[in-house]
């Protein structure tokens, strides 16, 4: 889909994020601006330290910029009370982090259907469907501690795609994995940006990189000019 047709999904503007470790000052992020349309995959690239996964985490709305603000379809996502940021993330935003994107204590399939809970979706795609999708119907009793780098990958991905959420953001979904893992991850990603989803993925993959739609590469807290 032409990023012009479509609507604006995902929205930051002038984002600012600071941390301060005794005397330390770490300026995260410094006036990072970012649009992404439905039906578009946007690769975040840059160096470690960059605020890449701090960019990630604010616009899923599980860190809080201390200045700027976030919108997911034109609804302020930023400075609003944890329960309503969820509430919005529940109902259109799947993250996929580095990791810790299972519970330990539920198998794979288990894992899935707990991220379906949280939305009341009139009618949720069936936990079967999505395992198959990612390639892991065999592992659905499966406990996490026991899954392969790319599995737990899948998994984790499963969980992000479990609500079939109209904005995706991965941080690094490929760093850890084998090439084939890494072409499947990529194929579903794709696969969301073809069902009208807005994705983005923090990668060091130039494999990831080239099959997205647009690159934006961070330096030192901003997004560089094209
Ligand atoms: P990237 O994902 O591009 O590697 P990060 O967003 O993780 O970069 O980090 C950006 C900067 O913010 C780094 O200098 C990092 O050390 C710092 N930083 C990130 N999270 C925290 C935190 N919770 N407390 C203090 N500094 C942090
Ligand atoms: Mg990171």
Not at 124 to 129: F, K, N, R
Not at 135 to 149: E, I, Q
């Amino acid at each position: 889909m032409k990023a012009a047709e479509a609507g604006m999904a995902l929205l930051a503007h002038e984002l600012y994020r600071f941390y301060h470790a005794g005397d330390d000052e770490t300026f995260a992020l410094r006036g990072v601006s970012l649009r992404v349309d439905a039906g578009e995959v946007v690769a975040v690239v840059g160096p470690s330290g960059s605020g890449k996964s701090t960019l990630l985490n604010c616009l899923a709305g599980l860190d809080e910029p201390d200045g700027g603000f976030v919108t997911v379809f034109g609804e302020r996502l930023t400075r609003r009370p944890e329960a309503v940021r969820s509430r919005m993330r529940a109902a259109s935003i799947g993250v996929l982090m580095q990791s810790g994107n299972l519970l330990e204590h539920l198998t794979v399939e288990q894992n899935v259907a707990a991220a379906q809970r949280l939305t009341r979706a009139g009618r949720p795609t069936p936990v079967s469907a999505l395992l198959a999708r990612v390639g892991l119907v065999g592992r659905a009793d499966a406990w996490p501690a026991t899954l392969s780098g790319g599995e737990a990958a899948r998994a984790g991905l499963a969980v992000a795609l479990a609500n079939e959420p109209a904005v995706l953001l991965a941080d690094e979904p490929t760093g850890e994995v084998d090439a084939a893992n890494e072409r499947a991850i990529l194929g579903l990603l794709g696969e969301r940006a073809l069902a009208g989803g807005a994705v983005v993925v923090v990668t060091h993959s130039a494999r990831v990189a080239a099959a997205a739609d647009r690159t934006v590469t961070m330096s030192d807290g901003r997004i560089l000019d094209a």
